[in-house]
T-cell receptor, first 113, second 110 residues
Framework: GENVEQHPSTLSVQEGDSAVIKCTYSDSASNYFPWYKQELGKRPQLIIDIRSNVGEKKDQRIAVTLNKTAKHFSLHITETQPEDSAVYFCAASRLAGAQKLVFGQGTRLTINP | SQTIHQWPATLVQPVGSPLSLECTVEGTSNPNLYWYRQAAGRGLQLLFYSVGIGQISSEVPQNLSASRPQDRQFILSSKKLLLSDSGFYLC?????????FGPGTRLTVL
């Protein structure tokens, strides 16, 4: 089955700097890669997703890149703000059938003012 | 627009007691439904998923069970809770691909 590895487990950056979180996956048939943000005590919220037919997707300060050959994808947050502090999860699945998401272990991002 | 509800929001139960958590989705039909558990400070573990009424697939063998009596209703149950069942239980739906999570139920087993 699919296995998703996420790094780093914790990340601390200065406000205004960029943050990058990386994930690798094992199933070459996976073709859907969402990223979720989870604030303390809250539900995970989808922030961006990418399908395997594109290599990069941007939404304001957030971008995701996908390298299908190497089987890894990354989340990039630019001009970080204190409200970006949260736990971020990557995930992978196939866009067919039950579409079970396999999640990475999470990255705790702290933005220092 | 679609909304997903879970109740109760919090629950404190003694070891050995039964459990019933409910999840309902509004504004869509025939969604895929999922139950996840998140232990404190940990990642998301898929427990069950369902692609239709009465169709339940289990991901992790344990003392929990799930049922889908109606198209937009998903129930998580246990006959006897263990201490290790404590955690944050999240229901999610998708149709066709993006998963959206409910507000969750925080369960503490004492």
């Amino acid at each position: 089955g699919e296995n998703v590895e996420q790094h780093p487990s914790t990340l601390s950056v200065q406000e205004g700097d960029s943050a990058v979180i990386k994930c690798t996956y094992s199933d070459s048939a996976s073709n859907y890669f969402p990223w979720y943000k989870q604030e303390l005590g809250k539900r995970p919220q989808l922030i961006i997703d990418i399908r395997s037919n594109v290599g990069e997707k941007k939404d304001q300060r957030i971008a995701v890149t996908l390298n299908k050959t190497a089987k890894h994808f990354s989340l990039h947050i630019t001009e970080t703000q204190p409200e970006d502090s949260a736990v971020y999860f990557c995930a992978a699945s196939r866009l067919a059938g039950a579409q079970k998401l396999v999640f990475g272990q999470g990255t705790r991002l702290t933005i220092n003012p | 627009s679609q909304t997903i509800h879970q109740w109760p929001a919090t629950l404190v139960q003694p070891v050995g007691s039964p459990l019933s958590l409910e999840c309902t989705v509004e504004g869509t039909s025939n969604p895929n439904l999922y139950w996840y558990r998140q232990a404190a400070g940990r990642g998301l573990q898929l427990l069950f998923y369902s692609v239709g009424i009465g169709q339940i697939s289990s991901e992790v063998p344990q003392n929990l069970s799930a049922s889908r009596p109606q198209d937009r209703q998903f129930i998580l149950s246990s006959k006897k809770l263990l201490l290790s069942d404590s955690g944050f239980y999240l229901c999610a739906w998708s149709r066709p691909d993006t998963q959206y999570f409910g507000p969750g139920t925080r369960l503490t087993v004492l």
